[in-house]
């Protein structure tokens, strides 16, 4: 049976991403109810810099694994690196976040070292000694507590956690880095600029839907989101419509997202939409039909037509937020 809490920090652009710290913060009190050591591991080249942020939240041991085949993420690079470490170290937990890169290495990783993997959990918790894994079913209409025996990994959905700092001894390991012969081999990387944050890490999220009525209307959001500091997202029937890009549809086929507020704009509440935002810590949403189904997630409800709502409502924000 393995020992240690091994914490995959993603990195892009020269930056962590903050669900690493997440699975930092609850790794901190698995390790300390269990005895045994939190560790992260930094994947990349030219990485090994971050590592002081992860001691930062609680990383007694950081892996810095750095290899130039491992600039760009591809999955058999960085899951053979992976499997490698995990195979060394033997811990007895390792948490990834619910992102794409997360979700895609975490099904590689595990299937290399014969784990059992728990997907887009929402809760980590200690229960008769044992971590217990929560995750949504039956598309958020019901949750299940899991526990792997042997190795357990897990991918943690971003945002459901609470991130605080708590000093580690942040000791830097380098392990030098195998990443075997590379299949895959990354040409090009297209970057989409956008001074507003990623969708799967905004705290507050403006999401619109067919009763947006077309792609001009989508301006009305963007100014709210712009004026709160957070992104602007879509249902499925505004992107087959195409009215906004396929990479901001929140739903099941879509991102899962989890922001502390969440506005709902014209969007009638199909199971799959709100299958992707109802872990969301407070949802607003505005529909002309009071038989809307996302009114029953809503915390604070808008009947009214969209087109009056939506400028006094931006209005008033901007009063408050100044």
Same mark, same amino acid.
């Given at each position: 049976?393995?020992?240690?809490?091994?914490?995959?920090?993603?990195?892009?652009?020269?930056?962590?991403k903050?669900?690493?710290?997440?699975?930092?913060?609850?790794?901190?009190?698995?390790?300390?109810?269990?005895?045994?050591?939190?560790?992260?591991?930094?994947?990349?080249?030219g990485?090994?810099?971050?590592?002081?942020?992860?001691?930062?939240y609680?990383?007694?041991?950081?892996?810095?694994i750095?290899?130039?085949?491992?600039?760009?993420?591809?999955?058999?690079?960085?899951?053979?690196?992976?499997?490698?470490?995990?195979?060394?170290?033997?811990?007895?937990?390792?948490?990834?976040?619910?992102?794409?890169?997360?979700?895609?290495?975490?099904a590689?990783?595990?299937?290399?070292?014969?784990?059992?993997?728990?997907?887009?959990?929402?809760?980590?918790?200690?229960?008769?000694?044992k971590?217990?894994?929560?995750?949504?079913?039956?598309?958020?209409?019901?949750?299940?507590?899991?526990?792997? @025996?042997? &190795?357990?990994?897990?991918?943690? /959905? $971003?945002?459901?956690? %609470? *991130?605080?700092?708590?000093?580690g001894? +942040?000791?830097?390991?380098?392990?030098?880095?195998?990443?075997?012969?590379?299949?895959?081999?990354?040409? @090009?990387? &297209?970057?989409?600029?956008?001074? /507003? $944050?990623?969708?799967? %890490? *905004?705290?507050?999220?403006?999401?619109? +839907?067919?009763?947006?009525?077309?792609?001009?209307?989508?301006?009305?959001?963007?100014e709210?989101?712009?004026?709160?500091?957070?992104?602007?997202?879509?249902?499925?029937?505004?992107?087959?419509?195409?009215?906004?890009?396929?990479?901001?549809?929140?739903?099941?086929?879509?991102?899962?997202?989890?922001?502390?507020?969440?506005?709902?704009?014209?969007?009638?509440?199909?199971?799959?939409?709100?299958?992707?935002?109802?872990?969301?810590?407070c949802?607003?949403?505005?529909?002309?039909?009071?038989?809307?189904?996302?009114?029953?997630?809503?915390?604070?409800?808008?009947?009214?037509?969209?087109?009056?709502?939506?400028?006094?409502?931006?209005?008033?924000?901007?009063?408050?937020?100044?």
């Open positions: 049976m393995g020992k240690g809490i091994l914490v995959f920090a993603e990195a892009r652009d020269g930056k962590v903050n669900v690493a710290f997440e699975l930092l913060t609850v790794g901190r009190k698995i390790a300390a109810d269990k005895g045994e050591e939190l560790a992260a591991v930094l994947i990349g080249n990485v090994a810099g971050l590592a002081g942020s992860l001691a930062e609680g990383a007694d041991k950081v892996y810095v750095e290899d130039a085949k491992l600039a760009q993420y591809t999955s058999d690079g960085y899951a053979k690196v992976l499997a490698d470490l995990i195979k060394d170290k033997d811990p007895s937990t390792v948490m990834l976040g619910n992102t794409v890169l997360g979700r895609d290495l975490a590689k990783t595990a299937q290399k070292v014969e784990a059992g993997l728990l997907s887009d959990c929402t809760a980590v918790d200690m229960e008769g000694g971590v217990v894994f929560t995750r949504p079913v039956y598309s958020g209409k019901a949750f299940l507590k899991a526990e792997c @025996d042997g &190795l357990a990994m897990a991918t943690i /959905r $971003p945002n459901v956690l %609470e *991130a605080v700092p708590g000093a001894k +942040g000791e830097v390991v380098t392990v030098a880095a195998d990443a075997g012969d590379l299949r895959q081999v990354i040409k @090009d990387v &297209l970057l989409q600029i956008s001074s /507003r $944050p990623e969708l799967t %890490e *905004a705290n507050v999220i403006v999401s619109g +839907g067919r009763g947006m009525k077309g792609p001009e209307n989508f301006k009305m959001l963007e709210l989101a712009d004026a709160l500091g957070g992104a602007v997202g879509a249902s499925r029937a505004a992107v087959d419509s195409g009215w906004i890009e396929q990479s901001l549809q929140v739903g099941q086929t879509g991102k899962v997202v989890s922001p502390t507020l969440y506005f709902a704009i014209g969007i009638s509440g199909a199971i799959q939409h709100m299958a992707g935002m109802s872990s969301s810590k949802i607003v949403a505005v529909n002309k039909d009071e038989e809307a189904n996302i009114f029953k997630v809503a915390d604070y409800g808008i009947v009214g037509d969209l087109f009056d709502v939506m400028p006094i409502l931006t209005q008033e924000v901007k009063k408050i937020v100044g």
